[in-house]
């Protein structure tokens, strides 16, 4: 019983290893980002091709919110509750574009921020 | 990565089970000839719970992101009571369900068909299935990263089937009453997070607008949105600022139902059925 006990806690000890050796993250150049009920500014974000960006989420309003990357745009999603701030790392793609990103009360007012890539 | 693979592991040690109760039997009774239905339902219900599983994905991506936060809400909530109620299925049956298993397999061939056998299969190795199915659904929609997921659940599945062969052939020392204690206790951990991650996607897609104030803010030490954070966020539900409900209904859930699940008895089973003889014999009149 004991020594099943001591594989699964080593299996964890693996696996937490393994989970955190795998991310990290730098930090990229700081875009802030403030939310408020109305809605979300800035509108637009340059970036240069391939340039890593941390987006410095505040939410100055009453009402939590949401922030993600839509139609392809890998910006993981974050919840941003009121009254607090909230980083997201995000890597612009290597090609010339276009790239949104949802910044939405859930039944409230919806932001769409587009990065400019390149250009 | 290890939330897939712990769910592969359980269920997967699971159906190993249930196929070795089938086959074992079969070769017992000296019918090696059938081990071909077993096989032919198990496929079956592996096709099923594929398919099922694609639909959920593609159901869940033509879905508009905010539909896709309720959908997912219910799904994981939904996940939490089928596998709260097949932990403690698992725990009442665990002496029972070779001898009902055995007597299914009698009634089958003793009705002469075959078909009744790959149904048998289908249906016994389907239940537990799709509860994977689910289970790893739900877990999915809050994991970070793809590809190891899928390789943690395949972990687990290989795992189980070296389990599953070493119990077959006799040679597994596994100590099966131990370990669906141990993995029960897992799977009540790994839903209780799951409650918390359901209050939470119902919150982000307007369902619940409302679900208290969030006492503290641990973001700075672990944020929601480090690889460690989601980690831990699919394994124990980690979120940097909780909100009153979902702190509560953790705690209720996890200690309430771990409570019950070791130290209540397991409750008397239901007599069994009177299983029909294979061959009837000339009564007395």
Aim: proline letters at 3%; hydrophobic letters at 50%; charged letters at 15%.
């Amino acid at each position: 019983m004991s020594r099943v006990i001591a594989g699964v806690l080593f299996l964890v000890a693996v696996f937490m290893l393994l989970g955190t050796a795998c991310g990290g993250g730098g930090k990229g150049r700081q875009v802030a980002i403030a939310q408020t009920d109305e809605g979300c500014t800035p509108q637009t974000v340059q970036a240069a091709r391939g340039e890593k960006l941390t987006f410095k989420i505040q939410n100055q309003g009453k009402k939590d919110h949401e922030f993600e990357g839509v139609n392809g745009a890998k910006v993981p999603e974050v919840e941003v509750p009121a009254g607090r701030t909230r980083s997201v790392d995000y890597t612009a793609p290597k090609q010339n574009g276009t790239q949104q990103i949802k910044c939405y009360i859930p039944n409230g007012s919806t932001t769409m921020i587009s990065v400019t890539v390149g250009g | 990565m290890l939330f897939s693979f712990l769910v592969t592991l359980r269920e997967g040690v699971e159906i190993a089970l249930v196929i070795t109760i089938l086959l074992g039997y079969l070769r017992s009774t000296g019918q090696r000839r059938h081990f071909r239905e077993i096989w032919l339902g198990a496929g079956v219900a592996a096709a099923v719970c594929l398919a099922v599983g694609a639909g959920l994905e593609l159901a869940s991506r033509e879905l508009d992101s905010q539909l896709v936060e309720g959908f997912e809400g219910f799904t994981m909530l939904f996940a939490v009571a089928l596998l709260t109620a097949m932990a403690f299925w698992m725990k009442r049956q665990a002496s029972g369900i070779s001898s009902e298993l055995r007597a299914h397999v009698d009634q089958a061939l003793g009705a002469g068909s075959m078909a009744t056998l790959v149904l048998l299969a289908a249906s016994s190795v389907g239940r537990e299935g799709l509860e994977t199915t689910l289970f790893l659904f739900a877990g999915s929609a809050t994991a970070g990263a793809g590809l190891s997921f899928v390789i943690g659940g395949l972990l687990g599945f290989v795992l189980a089937a070296f389990i599953g062969v070493g119990l077959y052939h006799g040679s597994s020392r596994m100590p099966l009453k131990p370990f669906f204690t141990i993995s029960g206790v897992v799977v009540i951990v790994l839903a209780a997070g799951l409650v918390s991650n359901g209050v939470a996607h119902l919150h982000e897609s307007g369902l619940l607008s409302n679900i208290g104030v969030r006492p503290w803010d641990t973001d700075a030490l672990i944020a929601s949105t480090s690889t460690l954070g989601q980690f831990l966020n699919t394994l124990l539900g980690y979120d940097s600022a909780p909100a009153l409900s979902q702190i509560v209904l953790y705690w209720l859930y996890l200690l309430g139902v771990a409570a019950a699940f070791l130290w209540l008895p397991a409750a008397a089973r239901p007599p069994q059925r009177a299983v029909q003889p294979a061959i009837s014999s000339p009564g007395r009149s």
